[in-house]
């Protein structure tokens, strides 16, 4: 069995090593490649300093990238016996080198390994997930445009209110997903700092440059303070926690609507028959089983930050194990996301639309307001339009045209669609993923 990287002669209890190691080996999967090139920037600055030789660097970076390519493509394992992916790495590196994989883990701890890899981690699947939102908000501007002019019935109270539009229906959960994106995008900035070097909380006695493995790592800057950088273990995922939360909030909705509008009461839009599911005992059933699991993934995905909170809530600066309990409901939580998403995206592209919602007169009262405002431009008070026309509704005889003439912004003659798309690429271009990409491949010689 491996030693431990912590342990000298006294042997750990087995209940007790089972119950603090916890799920970390499974959780630790994620990070794998991450821990390694966190360890390739740490060791190429220890060079640097005179803590490796040019030899010893080379043989390090060039076993890291071997082990590298084997998390990449799946085939990276964490031992048994082995306690983490710090652990195991190492191992993999002392056994092939021998001494020389001794040497890689001075100047730092644990704490602020895991720190650099829970945010290399973090940042890659936030791009993945900008990626995914980028998609699916063209897919949805799309259908705005392509329906912009059939009405539907808008609710409040979920009673009929006003005429609405697809168009609206559409772009408005594109527009929500602008604001989601801005969220990100901002967790993002907070994600992107280096708190390598930082050690167990109080930095080092070597002569580190934080800056080298900063820029190696292409991080917009550092966590200057050490004992911030590690107060920053649990506020990272927190603040990521809530801009993933704001996207599922919006997805989630939009799945709700899709539930309510498909259901032959409604029958607003048709869900294509392959995204749907059947009954054991109803032939007829076509169930919106993709939108009601997504919709509860997305609800779970709100309670994430609270979550979060609650386990990191009152503890005092330096760091505790609490954190470690994080990890299993932060870093499955992206892929989770990004499966919804996907499921989203599709089923929103191939939807189909009812043109002739209003068609049916139960609809007709929808119109009451543009009645209103019609006789308010015509020179009657709009106290004495709405009193007229309410009298007729109470009456049973109003009647409309089922038309309706809206020029200002943002409303069913004029989307804005074009505006909202340009909002939408400022905010992709600003997240400046390049960086971080081309730190990356140069690492690892790409």
């Known amino acids: 069995m491996a030693q431990k990287l912590w342990e000298k002669n006294v042997q750990v209890n087995k209940d007790i090593e089972k119950f603090t190691v916890g799920r970390d080996r499974e959780m630790d999967l994620y990070l794998a490649k991450h821990d390694v090139l966190g360890s390739m920037a740490h060791i190429t600055m220890l060079e640097s300093i005179g803590l490796l030789t040019s030899e010893e660097l080379r043989q390090l970076l060039d076993e890291l990238r071997t082990i590298y390519a084997s998390a990449e493509r799946g085939g990276f394992i964490i031992e048994e016996g082995v306690e983490d992916v710090h652990s195991q790495v190492e191992l993999m590196l002392t056994r092939k080198l021998g001494d020389i994989g001794k040497k890689i883990h001075s100047g730092r701890s644990r704490n602020d390994q895991v720190l650099v ?17 980028e998609q699916l908000f063209q897919v949805l501007i799309a259908q705005s445009e392509r329906y912009k002019q059939v009405l539907m019935p808008g609710y409040t109270h979920l009673q009929i209110a006003m005429p609405s539009s697809f168009g609206l229906w559409f772009g408005a959960y594109a527009e929500s997903l602008v604001d989601d994106m801005m969220f990100l995008q901002s967790a993002f900035r907070m994600c992107n700092r280096n708190p390598l070097g930082s050690a167990a909380g109080y930095g080092s006695s070597f002569p580190l440059n934080r800056s080298m493995t900063t820029e190696l790592l292409g991080f917009d800057s550092m966590n200057y303070n050490v004992v911030y950088a590690q107060m920053g273990r649990g506020k990272m995922e927190r603040n990521v926690a809530f801009a993933l939360a704001s996207i599922a909030g919006t997805i989630s909705k939009l799945a709700y609507d899709a539930c309510l509008f498909s259901s032959q009461n409604f029958g607003f839009v048709k869900l294509p028959d392959e995204c749907t599911t059947g009954s054991s005992i109803m032939p007829h059933k076509k169930n919106p089983d993709v ?23 009152n503890l005092p600066s330096g760091y505790f194990r609490d954190l ?36 049916d007169d139960k609809y007709l009262l929808i119109f009451s307001v543009e009645e209103v405002n019609r006789l308010a431009s015509e020179g009657m008070p709009f106290r004495d339009a709405y009193k007229k026309v309410g009298l007729d509704v109470e009456a049973g005889k109003f009647s409309h045209v089922k038309e309706v003439h809206h020029t200002h912004e943002g409303s069913i003659g004029n989307l804005c669609n074009d505006k909202i798309v340009l909002l939408m690429e400022k905010v992709v271009a600003d997240f400046n993923f390049t960086a971080m990409e081309q730190a990356e491949n140069a690492l690892l010689g790409r």
Do not use: G, S, Y
């Open 117 to 133: 890899d829970l945010k290399l981690f973090t940042r890659t699947q936030i791009k993945e997930v900008a990626e995914m939102v």
């Open 291 to 313: 939108f009601e699991l997504t919709r509860a993934k997305c609800n779970k995905i709100q309670a994430l930050p609270q979550q979060i909170m609650m386990i990191a809530n």
């Open 324 to 359: 470690q309990i994080i990890k299993e409901v932060f870093l499955p939580a992206f892929q989770e996301l990004k499966d919804c998403l996907q499921m989203t995206t599709h089923i929103m592209r191939e939807i189909k639309v009812n043109e002739h919602i209003l068609d």
